[in-house]
């Protein structure tokens, strides 16, 4: 990338406005996109995010448009940042708009839906399988990048010369942006988590107290290490800040969305009920049923993953889900 180098964050919702605002804040020219051309429109004159992410205004460089070959014409590289059942088509669209050589980092945590493939697979489809990609993934709460507290994010890209490329546009004003190769850690950690944070918020909103909170957390990265894996995941990856980091921060603070789901749930609110209360993506509803089919296809056990689905999909009472993973039988804590 130039220096300093033109980026284009492709959607607007949080976590997308709270990088826009990071890179920004670096001093690289920074063009945020969002479909809605009212709302981009109304950022633009407010210097702010005020549905998604109010309270964080806009660095200078920081440009909104709902123009997305203006957002796209001449960036030195892009950021896509929208939900992972959204991204085949985002990238699509991209694609008619950038160069072979300009590097896409993705930001969504999950799968495709139906097909059950990781974020850089559904991309490299796309685009290309020679087009140069890295992943972005950690324990971050959009609020908090944008109110520029200490952050740190893991950014995964093989070459390892693109994570690095994205880590220095990032990189600085309290937030730490670390590289690895290991894409497919990187992308599981951000998908599983998700799913386990629910489940915790079920428990949690059942009042079974803290020591059971802790036995998830800990069980589910079990689960989490074990599809990691399988796909050729590193372990320390999945210990590191997009694995167990991920997991701790979603499951355990109430900025997470998918574990107000779980708590809405245990409050005996239906599923439609909870996301319209959110308001926003819950990504981890649908990820759920994509990370048991795969945990599925692989043979992998994921007992907590399994009990979520119930409660999401078929019905199962979350007091049941919670009697089922309770009574399972005794076993080595290393099988």
């Not at 009212?38 to 210097?47: I, L, N, S, V």
Request: proline content about 5%; aromatic content about 4%; some cysteine.
């Amino acid at each position: 990338m130039s220096e300093p180098a033109t980026i284009a964050v492709i959607g607007a919702g949080s976590y997308g406005t709270a990088l826009a605002i990071q890179v920004a804040r670096q001093g690289h020219p920074t063009r945020l996109w969002g479909r809605n051309a009212d709302a981009m429109a109304q950022m633009d004159a407010e210097r702010l995010n005020e549905r998604y992410l109010p309270g964080c205004p806009f660095p200078e460089s920081l440009r909104p448009l709902s123009d997305l070959k203006q957002a796209l014409d001449g960036a030195d590289a892009v950021i896509v940042a929208v939900p992972s059942h959204a991204l085949r088509e985002t990238c699509t669209a991209i694609g008619a708009h950038i160069g072979d050589q300009v590097p896409v980092a993705c930001a969504a945590k999950g799968l495709e839906p139906e097909s059950c493939k990781l974020p850089l697979d559904v991309i490299a489809e796309v685009l290309g399988e020679s087009w140069p990609l890295a992943v972005i993934s950690g324990p971050t709460f959009a609020r908090e990048i944008g109110q520029g507290m200490p952050s740190a994010v893991s950014i995964g890209a093989s070459p390892i010369e693109v994570a690095e490329a994205f880590a220095e546009a990032l990189h600085g004003a309290g937030f730490r942006a670390y590289t690895t190769d290991d894409i497919v850690g990187v992308q599981i950690g951000g998908a599983v988590k998700n799913v386990l944070a629910i489940g915790v918020g079920i428990a949690d909103g059942l009042n079974l107290g803290a020591n059971t909170r802790a036995a998830l957390i800990t069980r589910g990265l079990v689960e989490m290490s074990r599809l990691g894996e399988a796909l050729g995941a590193r372990s320390e990856t999945l210990m590191g800040l997009s694995g167990m980091g991920d997991l701790v921060l979603t499951c355990t603070d109430n900025q997470s969305r998918n574990r107000r789901f779980g708590l809405a749930l245990a409050r005996g609110e239906s599923v439609d009920e909870a996301m319209e209360a959110i308001g926003q993506v819950v990504e981890g509803y649908r990820v759920t049923r994509e990370v048991r089919e795969l945990a599925r296809s692989l043979g992998i056990e994921m007992p907590i993953t399994e009990q979520v689905y119930q409660v999401l999909y078929e019905g199962v009472a979350p007091v049941a889900a919670v009697l089922s993973l309770s009574s399972r039988p005794q076993r080595a804590e290393t099988e």
